[in-house]
């Protein structure tokens, strides 16, 4: 059920109507903006890790809420890859049942504070919505973390009702958004869950990745809290294809089903000359030592970073920005982003590329580095890029980017982290021969989540490559029904949508 | 919770732990590692499996900085904060013949399951540890179990040899003995001069290379190192490598990243201050 997004007609007619022309007819009052979230000042916040925007105030919330004009067929529906209720949960928020509007969004959505915060709405949800026609679209995004926060913070959260327990045991590998949302569903169905999880917290991207000042820890753990109270049992340390295998936990473990969300965790490098040298970091490492291992609290955390005066971040997505913005934080003078096409052409979420360019990134579009110059201690000292140009678009619509024949610069740097993506950790199937991966390495599955083999389910970035949190949870969601069909007997031709 | 059941110290800041892990009890091949970690502040600290018994494995820590201090500071019946394993490929294990091994330091416990691997297999093993001096020696009688031949090397000469493990080597190979297989486990510098030697006699030699680690399953990259001329990661791709083709000059400068932040850490450590903590997550509240 994959949804075509058509590009959304941007604001040409964002201008109102000229002001010369007397009303002739009595018109609608002008709809009012659309709200700003209050957010801490650039140059402050750089200076820690707090969470950058504070939030809206109901009364706040309740105004951007009563901008939604309730469309009958809502547009905005259609761009939310997990279709959550929009219109029903804003009028929710709009008559101030707060809590109801996120139990309301919980039925298609299990993370709204951290979906609310992180998705790219600008393509999804608020990219569709009627009003970004003539003017701004509703702040979906904004409304959903609203009524999160609300629920959470206020101690709201109520336990659903849970079906009676069945005899069926699934477990669950890898505690990302895709393995949460498997665990929450099959848990409220009545099936016995055990998540299995390499690292010492639960989360995936969510706790090692995304940096607390944009999507605080505590949220993520009332996440998991909230599971481990639906009774789902979490075993932190646990590396599988190391300490049993995916066949061992069918069989000697007793699991009546596999879900394999392990993530896309093997960090791309750009094979160019000094990409060993002290100094050089994948994304992937410097992010979790400052978040999961907190080293931005070190010494008290014992895990160490380079802090780096001059930091060259290469890349253009939200993994970059976030690695840009957490150098920063760090303490770096200087941080520089670069990347191969243009400033349009970043598939990071715009809120945080604008975030990015206030705090004062210096943005070096259209060049790619070519290689890393060391001194004789082995330490990086200069970063030697290539300049682009844009070409042709590409398969992916954006123009491709080419490199122009002897153009060449030298950036000073002390710290090089190389921000361009994730493959496939081979683990899995390294230890899963039998499992089928397409020629990337990504476990290839159905409709609704089933690998090749019997009873073994995957979905989220090993299926898809590195994509987004909603996309991992809506494909958590198919896989979980694919689980609860076969393992109750159930017949997809017999099941009309 | 990852219950320490027997902890003493073997010698002067060599430590014997044993903790219980049944998963890695039952897993756990020769040359795989543990990751460790003391407490919720600690780093995740990379540690041998030298042995298994019951639902137990034991491992042999040298403490160095702050976060192997914390893990060899806690008693019998503390509980670890986090033990993940077993990680790592296993060594290459078959008949070669005649095998060499040597270890230093944490590397004298850590060689041991393969030299009882390596003789389980019908080999003839030729076992050589090095320390600093005689008292800081342990485990010799296990390995002399496992061992056809036995040597012992000390920098200041108290016991055996006046010197290195690649000492011994050296003598033992000019002496005419041929060998057809060598491991190496220790401190960089050591492995890196076995390997030297062995070159030249064309004896195949694998090393179990102790870089920095972070996840300790592929995710990070910390603990790449150039291994003719590619790139592979300690910690999926070995630690295991071939000692004749690793760049070890790259090796030495990568594990030396650290060295400032660590003597920070380990001289702030007993405190900890709550006041920086609140300065630096910004929550002046
Ligand atoms: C820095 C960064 C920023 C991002 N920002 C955004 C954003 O703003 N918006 C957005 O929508 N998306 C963002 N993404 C992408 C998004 O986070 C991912 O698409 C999403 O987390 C994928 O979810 P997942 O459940 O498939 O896997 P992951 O979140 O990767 O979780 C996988 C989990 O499996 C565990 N695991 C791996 N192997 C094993 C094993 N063998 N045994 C047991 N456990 C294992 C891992 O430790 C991990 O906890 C970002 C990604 C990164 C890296
Ligand atoms: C696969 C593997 C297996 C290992 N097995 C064992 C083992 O069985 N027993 C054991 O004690 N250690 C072992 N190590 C090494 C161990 O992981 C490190 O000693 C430990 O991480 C040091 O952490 P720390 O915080 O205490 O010291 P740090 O604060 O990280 O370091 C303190 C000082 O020691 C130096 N240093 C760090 N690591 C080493 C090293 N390996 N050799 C020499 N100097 C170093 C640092 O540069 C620094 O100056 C192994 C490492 C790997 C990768
Ligand atoms: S889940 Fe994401 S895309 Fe869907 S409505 Fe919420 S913010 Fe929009
Ligand atoms: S499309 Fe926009 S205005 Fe219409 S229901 Fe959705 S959010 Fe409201
Ligand atoms: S320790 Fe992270 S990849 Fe090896």
Known sequence: ?497 | MYEIVEKYEEVPNVHRLVVREPNIAAKAQPGQFAILMADEQSERVPISIVDTKDDTFTMFILELGISSAKIVNMKEGDTLEAVTGPLGMPADLGKYGRVVLGGGCYGIGAIYPLARALKELGNEVVTIIEARSDYLLYFQEELKAVSDEFFVATSDGTEGTNGHVQDVLVKLIRDGERFDHAKFIGCTYMMMNCSHITSPYRIPTKVALNTIMLDGTGMCGCCRVSVEGETKFACVDGPEFDGHHVDWDELMKRKSSYLMEEMLAYQTAPHTCKALEKAYSGDSK
């Open chain 1, 1 to 497: 059920m994959s949804k075509k997004k058509s590009p959304a007609p941007k604001k040409e007619n964002a201008k109102q109507s000229p002001k010369d022309k007397p009303a002739e007819k009595p018109k609608r009052p002008p709809r009012p903006p659309r709200t700003k979230m209050p957010e801490q000042p650039p140059d402050i916040r750089i200076k820690n890790f707090v969470e950058v925007p504070y939030g809206l105030t109901p009364e706040e919330a309740q105004l951007e809420a009563a901008r939604c004009i309730q469309c009958k067929r809502p547009k905005c529906v259609e761009g939310c890859p997990v279709s959550v209720q929009i219109p029903e949960f804003i009028a929710l928020i709009k008559d101030g049942h707060f809590a109801e509007a996120a139990s309301k969004i919980k039925e298609t959505n299990v993370l709204p504070a951290v979906c609310g915060r992180v998705c790219p709405q600008e393509t999804q949800c608020e990219e569709t919505c009627i009003l970004g026609r003539r003017g701004e679209p509703v702040a979906i995004g904004y409304l959903e973390r609203f009524c999160a926060d609300y629920e959470r913070l206020g101690g709201h959260i109520k336990l659903p009702k849970k079906k009676r327990p069945n005899d069926k045991k699934v477990a669950i590998v890898g505690s990302g958004p895709a393995g949460l949302t498997v665990a929450g569903d099959l848990s409220l169905l009545g099936y016995k869950l055990t998540i299995f999880e390499a690292f010492h917290k639960g989360g995936g991207v969510l706790v090692y990745g995304i940096p607390e000042f944009r999507l605080p820890k505590e949220i993520v753990e009332t996440e998991i809290n909230y599971l481990e109270r639906l009774g789902v049992e979490i075993k932190y340390n646990h590396v599988i294809g190391m300490c049993k295998s995916i066949n061992e936990l069918l069989t000697k473990d007793g699991f009546d089903a596999v879900f394999i969300g392990v993530g896309a965790g093997l960090p791309r490098f750009l094979n160019i000359p000094g990409e060993n040298l002290n100094g050089v970091y994948s994304a992937n490492e410097y992010l979790t030592r400052s978040n999961l291992m907190k080293a931005y609290l070190y010494p008290t955390y014992n895990t160490p970073i380079m802090k780096g005066r001059k930091v060259t971040v290469v890349g253009g997505g939200n993994v970059a920005m976030d690695c840009a913005r957490t150098a920063l934080r760090l303490g770096s003078d200087k941080v520089m982003l670069v990347y191969r096409r243009a400033r349009e052409q970043m598939p990071a979420r715009a809120e945080e590329v604008h975030h990015a360019a206030e705090e004062g990134i210096d943005f070096r579009l259209l060049s790619n580095p070519v290689e890393i110059i060391g001194d004789d201690t082995g330490v990086v000292k200069r970063i030697k890029c290539q300049k682009y140009q844009l070409g042709e678009p590409d398969d992916s619509g954006r123009r491709r980017p080419l490199p122009i024949e002897g153009e060449y610069f030298e950036l000073e740097t002390d710290l090089v982290i190389i921000a361009i993506g994730n493959n496939a950790n081979p683990l899995i199937k390294a230890t899963t021969p039998d499992i089928e991966t397409n020629k990337w390495g990504n476990i290839i599955v159905d409709e609704f989540g089933r690998t090749n083999k019997n009873f073994v389910y995957a979905a989220g970035d090993i299926v898809t490559g590195g994509a987004t949190v909603i996309s991992a949870m809506g494909g958590g969601r198919k896989a979980a029904t694919g689980i609860h069909r076969d393992l109750m007997g159930i017949k997809d031709e017999d099941v009309q949508d």
